[in-house]
């Protein structure tokens, strides 16, 4: 048996104590103290998209818990000149310990997940960006305390990998959630009923006045996601509503905090004053990718016994 984590629902039953992992080895690590737990292990990275802080963040993660990874991007590789995924699987469960995937479909995520004997941890498909959530929860936990109970309103494109993995993940994790989009960019109704089985607070709206009254946090992702850029004009024009500014900000709890998974686009999503303003964590969430996907690798190859 062997442990992926393509959707947030892979996590429903040990998020905290993934996101608990993450915050002790960013202690223990800031002390100089080894957290080599990982040695000798290989991570295979494969990017169908482009990546900043994906590809940094796992390498240097892995590098940390005393393994390597080893960087695909698929323009270089046989999987981009057809070969199949199955046979990708197969071949570097043969030489690696986990897979990082990077897909352009959730199809392909969970056909690479299906064959791989190995871990296979998402970093990103066009319908989840777990590790990104699991990230940002990690960091509303640092800066309140606690995840139960919180407010947290996301606004921008609701039907994209970041707002049905917030769904999930605020779901679990037994927080109000409120996607605030226009209706033609609602979620999928499959991320909103198991958002609901938690038993966590859940609002789907396209009125955005007032929507961040009481927020602890606020969220929001680009307009635009990566697979969408054909749609660009049109998606600017139908959002054009729906910008993150200092006014919505002051409705929120004076403590709230402003989160984005970047990149920015200021001007589009937020305005560079909230995204720098006093209430952005924003590269602090940037910097928890690190330590939060050092705690679900470490948590995916403890349990999985594959070998
Ligand atoms: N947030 C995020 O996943 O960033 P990258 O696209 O730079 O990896
Ligand atoms: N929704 C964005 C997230 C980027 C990290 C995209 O898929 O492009």
């Given amino acids: 048996m062997k442990r992926d984590l393509i959707s947030m629902l892979d996590v429903k039953d040990d998020l905290e104590e993934i996101i608990d992992l993450g915050i002790k080895l960013k202690q223990k690590s800031k002390k100089g103290e080894s957290i080599e737990l990982l040695k000798g292990k290989n991570l295979c990275m494969i990017f169908e998209k482009s990546s900043t802080r994906t590809r940094v963040s796992f390498e240097v993660g892995i590098t940390l818990l005393g393994g ?64 990104q959530v699991i990230t940002d929860l990690m960091t509303i936990k640092e800066h309140k305390g606690n995840l139960k109970g919180m407010n947290f309103v996301y606004i921008g494109d609701g039907n994209n990998n970041m707002a049905h993995s917030y769904l999930l993940g605020c779901g679990i994790a037994e927080m109000n959630v409120k996607i605030v989009s226009p209706k033609q960019f609602w979620p999928d109704d499959c991320y909103v009923k198991e958002a609901k089985k938690f038993g966590a607070r859940v609002e789907i709206t396209d009125k955005i006045r007032d929507s961040t009254k009481d927020a602890d946090v606020i969220a929001t992702d680009t307009w635009v996601s990566m697979g969408d850029e054909t749609e660009k004009e049109k998606r600017i024009k139908e959002f054009r509503e729906y910008t993150i500014d200092k006014k919505l900000i002051s409705l929120a709890k004076p403590d709230a905090i402003f989160m984005h998974c970047l990149p920015a686009y200021y001007g589009y999503e937020v305005t560079k004053d909230v995204a720098y303003g006093k209430h952005s964590v924003i590269f602090d969430e940037a910097e928890n990718r690190l330590w939060a996907q050092m705690g679900i690798m470490v948590t995916l190859y403890k349990q999985s016994s594959f070998r």
């Fill in 68 to 131: 390597h990874a080893i960087f695909l991007s698929t323009d270089d590789i046989q999987l981009g000149r057809g070969e199949t995924i199955e046979d990708t699987a197969f071949v570097l469960s043969r030489y690696v310990d986990m897979i990082m995937y990077r897909a352009k479909s959730n199809e392909a995520m969970k056909e690479l997940a299906q064959h791989a004997t190995i871990p296979v941890i998402s970093g990103l498909d066009d319908k989840e960006h777990p590790c």
